[in-house]
């Protein structure tokens, strides 16, 4: 192959050694093995059913679209690639690896993040990047926004295909330390893209520095414990199943009380509190034994005196459990 671009008529493929096709462009790709072990499965199958396209920038040739194949078919230990080369400037590159991947949907959001950034560093304002791709200036503006807000490293991980592009789209949400921190979890843990956003919910959630080094260092079974039956997260990733049920017991318990009070401190007419008398007193009953056990608990996890006149069989086995457990003596009258 000469260095002239004549040779290359427009929609003609040439036969090109895979060495002289560049990748440079390749840094607003992020290529999964995935994807590239799915591609290497479609060469060994079919054959290259389309070329790949390139440019020719100082008597080389630059990939714009075909990074997968490229990578592929290298692996495969193919000598040549048919090549298709485009006369595209430095934003028309840019511009057709957008466009040429539209239809098929096989660009990440991350992926398109970095080609906008590459058009912004053209000189194009946000509103011609727009115009120019065919979309509505909030897709620019939110994707240009991913790409800004991800740490640094995390981005070279997914370009390396050492972090998948879905797992990265979820740490966006926190401070670039805490991103490092989680990739980190997550990357030991081997935890899915739905497992890092469940995750990083938690996180989000809470603010206290033990729950946050709970979900640092036991990631699955903060997991465990939090992945809920009806779509949302309980307040505490440590609680267990018993504990869950409690925690949504409790603050129905809450819930029901104010609205109670709320509507008792303006009561109804006499005839409709007459109506309700049974209820009344049936609710007056159980009252008393749902405090006494509340009580209870609340003594277990203070572990307060359990041999006086306000202690009960629960509050008693409980705290001698709860020593047995730091190895200290039971408690008097525990036994």
Known sequence: MTSSSTEWGPGVARSVAIARIGTTLGRA??????QVARMRESLSRHGQLTAVIAVEREGKLELVDGFKRRTA????????????????DGRGQWTAMLTLNR???????????LIVRELCQSGLAQIEIAQV???????????????ERLHPELLAGVRTGLLSAGVARRLIGLPAGNQLELAAVVT??????????????LWQKTSDPAIRRFLLTEPRRALQNARPETGSAPPDPRLSERGRRIARALALLRGVALR????????????????????????????????????????CVR???TSGPSATPT???????????RGQPEPPGST
């Open 315 to 325: 509050s008693a086995d409980c705290c001698a459990t709860a020593a047995r457990s």
């Open 188 to 201: 030991q843990a081997a935890l899915t893209t739905a497992e890092t956003e469940l995750l990083v919910s």
């Open 73 to 88: 078919a290298a692996q495969m230990g193919w000598p040549e690639l048919a090549v298709s080369v485009r006369s595209l």
């Open 103 to 113: 239809s098929s949907g096989s660009l990440s959001v991350l992926e398109e993040g």
């Open 260 to 299: 109670l009070i709320d509507a008792l401190q303006n009561p109804p007419p006499l005839s409709e509190l007459t109506l309700l008398e049974g209820e009344l007193e049936q609710t007056a009953q159980a009252l008393p034994r749902a405090l006494e056990a509340l009580g209870s608990a609340t003594r």
């Open 303 to 305: 572990c307060g005196d």
């Open 29 to 34: 790709r992020c290529p999964q093995p995935a």
């Open 133 to 147: 791709v065919g979309r509505h200036k909030s897709w620019v503006s939110r994707r240009l926004g991913l790409v």
